[in-house]
């Protein structure tokens, strides 16, 4: 890849995601990065650029890019003069497809903040295979969504892999905290991806293995995404309720499998089965909670209503919690893994206990600090770490996952970064 002005450009650095995530690359790397940021209005683009000054003097003199998401001109020469782009501008239904291309054609890798697995789909139809052609990596949900998932599912189909050498037969993800607030933007992706259900189709929607590669589909058992349910885990030792952000990780994590499949013929093993919930402290709370998402949910499919709650209740984009409540807000997750038997062992398989591992992730604000630090941290990986990325990982390019692309690099660069990430028998 030809040498750039820079090696990372943070696009919409404006929006309420987008300066965090400019603040944390001030932070952490200093002058250590050749960076940019780049939106449609220079004038707020220089109010940021006021505040990270208090944060490092030295950038007074930071680039500044104008680029509107509509003008492909512009979204072209501003990926030409960059390594890795950094988006964040939602709804990415709406906003974020010109700038994949502008990044396929300018030979610009690209990470981004979406949950919204609408809009993965359809830049894996339209970008996939000139990416690989053209070894550029795109990795889409490498925020709060899909991060902790992807990562704490490959550990532990790496712990059991190595440790006691089975497959993973099945995983399951729990929150077992969670502290946080939805900004405007991240609410008005969700109704974004409510609202594609005409086009994409309501059983595309469902089918948990949407974003499997169409080499592997067959290989890889059919799934439904996790529907608002309650249930005790006496793994987790709390009633479980259904997870908002279940739909989107599921489908990325098993298309990590599907491209793990595509590059090893396994995968995370032939039998591998994904769900999501989040945890609550009793059978009523979970109840509530479950059954408030669930209508809520509903009431965003009827378009009159979404569109009178999208005026009148949620926040507006750009918006979002305060500094104070970021700062208090925290997550835990749980990723527990289950492996599969060997073919040749003896006895009653019913009566023999698998291999089991667990993960565990905790981490801060899940939206305003650990999606800016996991998106810094990812672009990083293909700044400081392209080699090892590519050897280790045997990654050529194309519509890619935080899994799949960066894997034990990005987790090794959290690590560094004192992000609480752990693996071990359960």
């Known amino acids: 890849m030809v040498s750039k002005e820079y090696d990372i450009v943070i696009y919409g650095a404006t929006g309420f995601t987008g300066l965090r995530t400019c603040q944390y690359l ?157 900004s405007g933007g991240t609410l008005a992706s969700v109704c974004g991806i409510i609202e594609a259900r005409s086009e994409i189709g309501l059983k595309a929607m469902k089918d948990q293995n949407q974003l499997v590669p169409e080499s592997v589909v067959s290989k890889v058992l059919p799934a439904n995404i996790s529907l608002p349910t309650i249930c005790w885990d006496k793994d987790i030792g709390k009633w479980q309720g259904y997870f908002i952000m279940s739909s989107s990780n599921e489908k990325l994590v098993k298309r990590s499998h599907g491209l793990s499949i595509e590059r090893d013929g396994v995968g995370y093993g032939p039998e591998f089965t994904y769900r999501e919930s989040m945890s609550f402290p009793g059978f009523f709370t979970t109840t509530i909670a479950t059954l408030g998402m669930g209508l809520g949910g509903a009431a965003l499919t009827v378009g009159p209503l979404r569109r009178l709650i999208e005026k009148n209740l949620l926040p507006a984009p750009g918006t979002g919690p305060a500094d104070e409540d970021i700062a208090k807000s925290f997550f835990t997750i749980k990723v527990i893994g289950e492996g599969a038997l060997p ?84």
């Open 26 to 182: 001030a932070r952490t790397y200093k002058s250590n990065v050749r960076w940019a940021i780049a939106g449609r209005s220079v004038a707020k683009l220089e109010e940021v650029r006021e505040k990270l000054v208090a944060i490092d003097p030295s950038l007074s003199n930071l680039a500044i890019i104008q680029a509107d998401s509509s003008d492909s001109e512009a979204l072209e020469a501003m990926a030409a003069k960059t390594k890795v782009v950094i988006s964040t501008v939602g709804p990415f239904l709406k906003y974020g497809e010109p700038l994949v291309g502008a990044c396929v054609k300018q030979g610009t890798h690209y990470v981004d903040s979406t949950g919204e697995a609408p809009f993965v789909h359809n830049i894996i139809k339209k970008y996939h295979d000139e990416a690989l052609a053209k070894r550029v990596v795109l990795v889409p949900e490498c925020g709060f969504d899909s991060v902790p998932s992807e990562l704490g599912t490959l550990m532990v189909v790496d712990y059991l892999r190595k440790e006691h050498n089975v497959a993973t037969k099945s995983a399951k993800l729990s929150v077992t905290n969670l502290r946080g607030s939805a």
């Open 343 to 426: 073919e040749n062992v003896a006895g009653d398989k019913k009566k023999i206990a698998p291999m089991r591992a667990v993960a565990t992730i905790h981490g801060g604000d899940p939206g305003y600090f650990e999606t800016c630090r996991y998106l810094v941290e990812g672009a990083m990986c293909m700044v400081e770490n392209e080699d090892e990325v590519r050897t280790l990982n045997k990654v050529e390019g194309g519509v890619l996952t935080p899994a799949f692309a960066f894997g034990h690099v990005l987790i090794n660069r959290l690590k560094a970064q004192n992000v609480k990430l752990s693996v071990s028998k359960l």
